[in-house]
């Protein structure tokens, strides 16, 4: 048999490119050389070992060590990534049937969550910052009018930062979601750093979210597929979310994975991993200033008129070239200057920091960003908003998702009901999700997407113009 991924992961190593994307290890050891443990830390429960569905040695004690790390009243280990921990806690916060405020732009497991649970959404719609082409954060007293015009919400659902690093005013929120004795669930998978920097955002754990989720992989040096999910108050029942992590965990969990949450967490405690991100806050503080001197080149920090933009994660370097689109230079960082970046879309491209960024690395994406703007001729850009249009709910996502479906012509599905997700890739956010009606605005808005070559992932067909429907 021929082995294309082995290939293709040694042509990857040969490629040795300045990483900017996650994992957040960006194949560097920490604490120990893995190379020397693989072989042998890919165990099960044997005797003297423990078992991650219900701990009561080794691994109890490596995750009491990780709650307080995180000032969390319960940490548990994922292996499933943020995703298999968004499953869990709104089976943990919910029943089924339940009604959630949930914020619009909030990642497709958290969807699928909703699916999975049963749950009636109320969609809560992030602002949108015309002056910089952004999706950015919401208004506490937005949802506070949601929490008083629909009393029998049960939880609020956010994504904190986003994935540009946008931060709303998480603290002002807890406040106002406990003042109406809800639950804050707040999505924390690209902010699990925050908790080791005063520089960064405020975590939501330290904010008051009753249970909170971090990507490990993300922002940490941790392997891909690890997470976190941490318990902040007393409002969470811990017998049921041990109950829901059974029902959503392998009953394999890998070592491996283990074992890089213990490693990552310990590693940011230690004074060397707290260094390595104080001096990468630094040294991107300083790379932002530098970019911001050459011509043409804009980093995104924040816009002080917007009050949606609380706070920004600098993790997060959002650059944009003025007569270039993102994509660009994404694919042109690649091509020509062997650096990998996490994601573009039409107007920006982002460096995805870990503290395992090192000095070469930001000063080759300087003299790289730099050189682009130089040489590339400007070229008129069209304004495209990628602000979304509404939806119109017409059925609970899950009673869409579970009837009966057709795929049918994208023409053919305006007035129809989406039995699937459609989602522009970036922002990673759906425009229509199983249970919305599919209008001609958002038929307009796909053309529009893929006239300007995004990718929207949901299309089916060879011609990717076919979306599947309830019958
Ligand atoms: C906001 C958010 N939540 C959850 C996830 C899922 O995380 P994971 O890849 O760890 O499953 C992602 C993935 O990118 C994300 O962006």
């Not at 994992?23 to 050891?29: D, E």
């Not at 993790?315 to 091509?335: A, E, F, P, T, V």
Request: aromatic share 8%; hydrophobic share 35%; charged share 25%.
């Amino acid at each position: 048999m021929k082995t294309p991924v082995l290939e293709a992961l040694q042509r990857l190593k040969e490629e040795n490119s300045v990483s900017f994307h996650m994992p957040g290890h960006k194949g560097k050891n920490t604490l120990i050389s893995w190379g020397d443990y693989i072989p042998y830390i890919d165990t099960t429960e044997v005797t003297g070992m423990d078992n991650l569905l219900e701990p009561r040695g080794i691994i109890q004690e490596s995750q009491e060590n990780a709650a307080k790390v995180f000032g969390a009243k319960a940490t548990y280990y994922g292996v499933n990534g943020s995703t298999g921990n968004n499953y869990i806690a709104l089976a943990t916060i919910t029943k089924p049937g339940d009604k959630i405020l949930v914020q619009r732009n909030c990642h497709k497991s958290i969807y699928n969550g909703m699916i999975l649970n049963r749950l009636k959404p109320v969609y809560l719609f992030p602002e949108y910052n015309e002056n910089y082409n952004m999706i950015t954060g919401v208004y506490p007293e937005d949802i506070d009018r949601k929490l008083r015009e629909e009393p029998d919400i049960k939880a609020v659902v956010l994504t904190y930062p986003n994935y540009y690093g946008v931060c709303s005013d998480i603290k002002a929120i807890a406040d106002i979601v406990h003042k109406h004795n809800k639950v804050l669930m707040v999505d924390e998978a690209h902010g699990p750093h925050m908790t080791f920097s005063d520089e960064a955002p405020i975590s939501a754990l330290k904010a008051g979210a009753d249970i909170v989720i971090h990507s490990t992989h993300k922002t940490l040096p941790s392997f891909t597929q690890t997470s976190l999910l941490h318990v902040g108050s007393d409002r969470i029942d811990l017998n049921k979310l041990r109950d829901r992590y059974q029902l959503f965990t392998t009953t394999s969990p890998s070592y491996l994975f283990t074992l890089s949450n213990e490693i990552a967490v310990a590693y940011m405690d230690s004074q060397e991993g707290r260094e390595k991100l104080a001096w990468n806050i630094k040294k991107t503080k300083e790379v932002i200033q530098r970019l911001n001197t050459i011509d043409r080149v804009k980093v995104f920090t924040g816009d002080p008129t917007d009050k949606t933009i609380f706070s920004k994660d600098i993790g997060k370097i959002l650059i944009s070239i003025d007569g270039m689109k993102g994509s660009q230079i994404k694919k042109k960082l690649l091509s020509d200057y062997n650096i990998r970046l996490e994601m573009s879309d039409y107007y920006y491209a982002l460096a995805y920091i870990s503290p395992m960024n090192t000095e070469e690395d930001y000063d080759r994406l300087v003299a790289a960003i730099e050189d682009i703007a130089i040489k590339t001729p400007y070229e008129e850009i069209n304004y495209l908003s990628i602000e979304m249009p509404e939806p119109k709910i017409k059925m609970s996502p899950a009673q869409a998702y579970y009837s009966h479906k057709m795929q049918v012509e994208l023409k053919d599905a305006i007035g129809r009901v989406a039995a699937a997700p459609v989602i522009p890739y970036p922002p990673g956010v759906p425009l229509i999700h199983a249970g919305e009606e599919f209008t001609k605005e958002i038929y307009d808005y796909i053309l529009l997407l893929m006239e300007n070559d995004l990718e929207v992932v949901g299309l089916m067909g060879k011609e990717k113009d076919h979306i599947i429907v309830v019958e």
